[in-house]
């Protein structure tokens, strides 16, 4: 590493232990000194932490050397993203536990605003971060989550139709044959698959309404054996409370029977809104569902239990019954919220709401990671070099996360007790304008 220290305190020692894990995960030796300085920039104090800023902050008397390591670690060495992630996984885990079980899978995305068109994936679509339309990339994770705290442990690139299949482009930013056009609700199933075959902890998955609204995405956590609280738009259709669509009509003399569901004219579905709506006031509870420092997270809810309508007529079998959660704030013209759910039917309303409201956990997670660990910071245009960029963040994060479990749930980048050196007083990053 750019930094050597006399006599190192227990927190290096644990974080040197650490990273000689990861390191040897990444496999060639040459990368092993490059991956560990690249995770000790990360949490080393500073605005930027894009390659040449971390490099002048490693290593202020060779910082070209430095950068050119870290630089080829990032955008050009074949090491195993999904190796180095399971590497970091394992051993946060072992200390999340130490503070209670995992209770909730988190499917979330982010967005990373960005200029001009020629870095992977972007383009103009939603950004969460801006909440508009706007250029830029969208990664979609799944984070594994405590009551306590949470860990991205699969992190992909939301490749659109337009990069997917513009052949010039994937091959200048050096897009994996392999990797075709997915839905976002597609690559995170994918992400969840891939949870569940390794075996780990299950826990309830917790989604926003981008990923709720799409059936298909409820049906494979279901074939999964998994339970889900997941957001729902107003505009999703239900059948109400003790209501499912019409038996296929009789059969008649001639030909196959009928087999498909029915709606009639007067026996139709409704939206969740307009079920809501419909509710007696008695329906809603207030509910609190955590103690903040300063105030209770408290608001009113309602929970009934209904059957999803969507293309039910193409069906034989009507879907299955299930929770839908409504929130509606005291005060408020109309609801704010929905959720459907297969949480059990003896399941309380405030572990119902407590389990909904657990998806905001992830919050901190993404504002540590953008703001101090620099997650957006990533210079480069490749494929390689996003993904690769975004697991060493996860690494450095979860050293934090762990050490929080251990003992202090205080610890924050840049505030390790780290020693570096200063850069040189004449050092500017490349591109950044020097002062007359």
């Known amino acids: 590493m750019g930094t050597r220290i006399s006599a190192p305190g227990p927190q290096e020692k644990r974080f040197a232990a650490y990273i000689e894990g ?36 490693l290593d202020p008397a060779n910082v070209q050397p430095m950068r050119q390591s870290l630089h080829h670690l990032v955008a050009n060495a074949p090491w195993s993203d999904e190796a180095l992630l399971e590497q970091v996984r394992d051993y946060v885990l072992r200390a999340m536990r130490k503070q209670g079980p995992v209770v909730a899978w988190i499917v979330d995305d982010t967005g990373f605003p960005k200029k001009g068109k020629h870095s992977v994936g972007v383009a103009r679509q939603y950004c969460g971060q801006l909440g508009k339309q706007e250029n830029c990339r ?18 992909r690139l939301y490749l659109p139709k337009e990069w997917a ?49 799409n ?16 957001g729902v738009q107003s505009s999703m259709t239900v059948w109400e409370p003790g209501k499912q669509p019409l038996p296929a009509r009789p059969r008649g003399k001639i030909g196959r029977p009928p087999r498909l569901l029915q709606r009639t004219p007067d026996h139709q579905p409704v939206s ?19 103690q903040a420092i300063d105030r209770k997270l ?46 059990p039917l003896n399941i309380s309303l405030k ?4 389990m909904a409201k657990h998806r905001w956990i992830i919050e901190r997670d993404y504002e540590e990671l953008k703001q101090e660990l620099g997650l957006g910071h990533f210079e480069g245009r490749n494929w390689r070099g996003f993904h690769h960029h975004a697991t060493l963040c996860i690494a450095a994060y979860g ?30 990053p490349r591109g950044t304008p020097r002062a007359a």
């Open 22 to 57: 990861l390191a040897i995960a990444a496999g060639h030796e040459d990368r092993q000194a490059p991956l560990k300085s690249y995770c000790k920039g990360l949490l080393l104090p500073g605005e930027r932490k894009s390659i040449e800023p971390m490099a002048a902050r």
């Open 138 to 155: 969208v990664a979609v994770s799944l984070s594994i989550a405590t009551w306590s705290s949470s860990l991205p442990i699969a992190y």
């Open 165 to 213: 299949e513009d052949a010039e482009r994937r091959k200048t930013t050096e897009v994996p044959e392999e990797v075709e056009f997915q839905t976002k609700p597609e690559i995170a199933l994918d992400q969840i698959r891939t949870a569940v075959a390794a075996k780990l902890d299950c826990g309830v998955i917790l989604a926003d309404a981008a990923y709720g609204i």
């Open 215 to 230: 059936t298909d995405f409820r049906d494979g956590l279901t074939e999964l054996g998994l339970h889900y609280v997941v």
């Open 272 to 290: 969740v809104k307009q079920l809501a709506m419909r509710l007696p006031s008695t329906a809603f509870s207030e509910v609190i569902w955590r």
């Open 298 to 343: 408290q608001s009113r809810f309602a929970a009934v239990r209904v059957r999803a309508a969507h293309r039910d007529y193409w069906k034989a079998e009507p879907h299955a019954e299930e929770w839908l959660l409504i929130e509606w704030p005291r005060g408020d013209a109309e609801p704010t919220k929905y959720w459907i759910s297969t949480l």
């Open 351 to 354: 572990a119902l709401v407590k």
């Open 399 to 428: 050293f934090l996360v762990a050490e929080r479990n251990r003992f202090s749930p205080s610890a924050r980048a840049g505030h390790l007790g780290f020693i570096t050196p200063r850069p040189a007083k004449d050092f500017r």
